[in-house]
């Protein structure tokens, strides 16, 4: 199955706090590629990060990282400090190397809420 | 880099009017354009795949016919509903990608509403 799963569908905290949006992915494929993208309230969607299956590292930009367990399918992402302007709905997506297009496979998004 | 440009970026038609939707690579040549429809509160739905050059692959379900898309240049794709109608009304988004292991870069999307 080919599967990108975000259960969270919203998360709301306040100014300051930590917060983590979960991604667990399916796949058959040992080689694919993991993304997350941020859709704000004016709907352009921002590229934040891509991973590849071969590289496990995690990866910090800012107040952003990201937790990459190949052990349990899951590619978490934790923003540091929130700020008002991180309200949006993130996306996970997945892109596998037997399809040949590598289309992007979508999860529901996770809306994300941050109170002043 | 990495830009991608997208117009309109809304439309209000009558019913019937036929729509076209621009997308244009401006710092990068896309090997490969997608669209998407994203309906309120959900995730995107690849309508179709464009490689310059050729024709376009158009998922299960999205009537090409309806759907024309064309990918003239490395940097330019277009989208036309044709003969919309008020279901049609939706949120257009573009990609375009450098190469396949690179990730898509979105328009600003396009709000589609007939009336």
Known sequence: AQKVTQAQTEISVVEKEDVTLDCVYETRDTTYYLFWYKQPPSGELVFLIRRNSFDEQNEISGRYSWNFQKSTSSFNFTITASQVVDSAVYFCALSEAMDSNYQLIWGAGTKLIIKP | ?115
């Not at chain 2, 989208?79 to 190469?99: G, K, M, N, Q």
């Open chain 2, 1 to 115: 880099g990495a830009v991608v440009s997208q117009h309109p970026s809304r439309v209000i038609c009558k019913s019937g009017t036929s729509v076209k939707i621009e997308c244009r690579s401006l710092d990068f040549q896309a090997t490969t354009m997608f669209w998407y429809r994203q309906f309120p509160k959900q995730s995107l739905m690849l309508m179709a795949t464009s490689n310059e050059g050729s024709k376009a692959t158009y998922e299960q379900g999205v009537e090409k016919d309806k759907f024309l898309i064309n990918h003239a240049s490395l940097t330019l794709s277009t989208l036309t509903v044709t003969s919309a109608h008020p279901e049609d009304s939706s949120f257009y988004i573009c990609s375009a990608r450098l190469w396949f292991d690179q990730p898509q870069h979105f328009g600003d999307g396009t709000r589609l509403s007939i009336l």
